[in-house]
Structure formats: structure tokens, C-alpha cells
């Protein structure tokens, strides 16, 4: 029996939020991406909580990382055939 199967929607969630913007907090991100099980996830790294000192409306599509409290991952399952 021959099944033709469709490509499953990706879905995306953050998984981890409020990690600090700090050494510690890039290490903590570049470890999950050392052990995360690429053939299936891609993981996604974005600033969380404009830094003091900066202007929300300078950053109207989202500020950079380097202006960011905090880091947020998302985990997104990459599309493959069932």
C-alpha cells in the first residue's frame, strides 16, 4: 500500500525567554546548539526588553541583540515527509 504524504506544518515556540544578554546567557545558547538534534529543529535566537538608554521607536521592526535585556529561543521542527 502506497501512501502519498503531505509535508507536516512547521510550528514555531519559544522555548526558553529571559535569558540574560550576557556571556553567560551566550554560552547557555550556543551549548542548546551544540546538543539540539539539527536533521529535525532549527532553533532562533531574538532580544527580548529594550537595554536602558535606548529608543523603542528607533527599533520599530524589533531592536538587534546588542540592544536587548534578554534573549528568547524559539524552536521551530523543520518541514519533512511523513
Known amino acids: 500500500m ?32 551544540r546538543y539540539l538534534n539539527g536533521e529535525r529543529y532549527t532553533l532562533r535566537v531574538r532580544g527580548q526588553g529594550l537595554a536602558p538608554g535606548n529608543d523603542w521607536r528607533q527599533y520599530s521592526d524589533g531592536q538587534p541583540i546588542d540592544k536587548s535585556d534578554f534573549l528568547r529561543v524559539y524552536l521551530e521542527e523543520k518541514k519533512r515527509e511523513w
Open 2 to 33: 502506497n501512501k502519498q504524504h503531505k509535508f507536516r506544518p512547521s510550528e514555531s515556540w519559544y522555548a526558553f525567554y529571559e535569558i540574560p544578554n550576557t556571556e553567560e546567557g551566550h554560552d547557555f545558547v550556543a551549548k542548546m546548539r
